[in-house]
């Protein structure tokens, strides 16, 4: 979706969506829009508690299963397993894809590890789909003019041209851009807190074999999965950067992550964003 910044300032039911690598601030940003106006749809809470809260739950199961005293009581249907997925807190969706590597320090195999990936493919897919149903459903059921949509950190890895034309006929595209002095900062992090992460299988396959080359592994059950994971964040760093300027290049708008840091309200929030379709 293409317009002057006049067009959005009169715009009378505004819906944007907003990219970013994870740590670019894009949540935080979306969260100084009051949500007495706005509603705020979060890709990654439609894909847990939609599209992978079924998968979720079995591996909580199975994980419950390997405990004799959970075990009895699963299969005697004493107890029952759910998860509290929320929009802060999305740790059940990240323990489902867990981390490739040797199992018995908590990691998966290539074949499972690849199984969760497509699954969460395709969920990531399905909820950037929903967002046109979810604009019409936020005015029709909840009064809701304006709609702010917080993308997954991953939509640039889909290669999916179906989801970007129906994010940009339907939203506004922006595109949180971190500054070099920044991009450091946000690699350190990640190093001291692995998390696990969706990676396109190409660039999986091909950093994989590099990792194993380069540390003398014989198979990915032989490594430690944080080790891989703190490995190849940077080099996933590095390819989503070119991918997202792509997608804002086509279809969007960019703006700077420092400059989204000094949004305060809800004005500042649509000055920035006239600002950048001006630009």
Same mark, same amino acid.
């Given at each position: 979706m293409r317009m002057s910044a006049k067009e959005f300032l009169d715009w009378p039911s505004k819906r944007i969506t907003l990219l970013a690598m994870s740590g670019a601030g894009k949540t935080t940003l979306a969260n100084k829009l009051p949500k007495s106006k706005w509603f705020h749809y979060s890709g990654d809470y439609r894909i847990g508690t939609k599209y992978?809260?079924?998968?979720?739950?079995?591996?909580?199961?199975?994980?419950?299963m390997q405990v004799p005293f959970l075990r009895k009581l699963l299969l005697s249907d004493s107890i029952h397993i759910s998860n509290k997925i929320t929009v802060d807190n999305l740790e059940p969706v990240s323990a489902f894809l867990g981390k490739l590597g040797n199992p018995e320090l908590g990691g998966l195999s290539l074949q499972e590890f690849k199984r969760r990936q497509k699954l969460h493919h395709q969920a990531e897919v399905a909820a950037m789909k929903d967002v046109p149903d979810f604009i019409y459903k936020a005015e029709d059921i909840y009064g809701y003019k304006h709609f702010i949509n917080d993308a997954g950190g991953s939509v640039c890895e889909l290669d999916d041209e179906s989801v970007l034309d129906t994010l940009a006929q339907h939203t506004l595209i922006v595109y949180i851009k971190i500054p070099p002095a920044l991009e450091q900062t946000i690699v350190e992090r990640a190093k001291t807190d692995p998390k696990p992460l969706y990676y396109r299988e190409a660039f999986l396959e091909e950093k994989l074999a590099e990792?194993? @080359?380069?540390?003398?592994?014989?198979s990915d059950a032989n490594m430690p999965p944080d080790e891989f994971v703190t490995w190849v964040f940077p080099e996933l760093f590095k390819s989503r950067l070119p991918r997202y300027q792509s997608i804002a290049d086509r279809y969007g708008y960019t703006v700077? @992550?420092?400059d989204a840091a000094l949004v305060r309200n809800e004005d500042d929030f649509l000055r920035l964003i006239a600002q950048a379709l001006n630009a």
């Open positions: 992978l809260e079924e998968p979720i739950l079995d591996n909580i199961k199975r994980e419950a990792f194993l @080359a380069l540390n003398n592994y014989q700077d @992550a420092n």
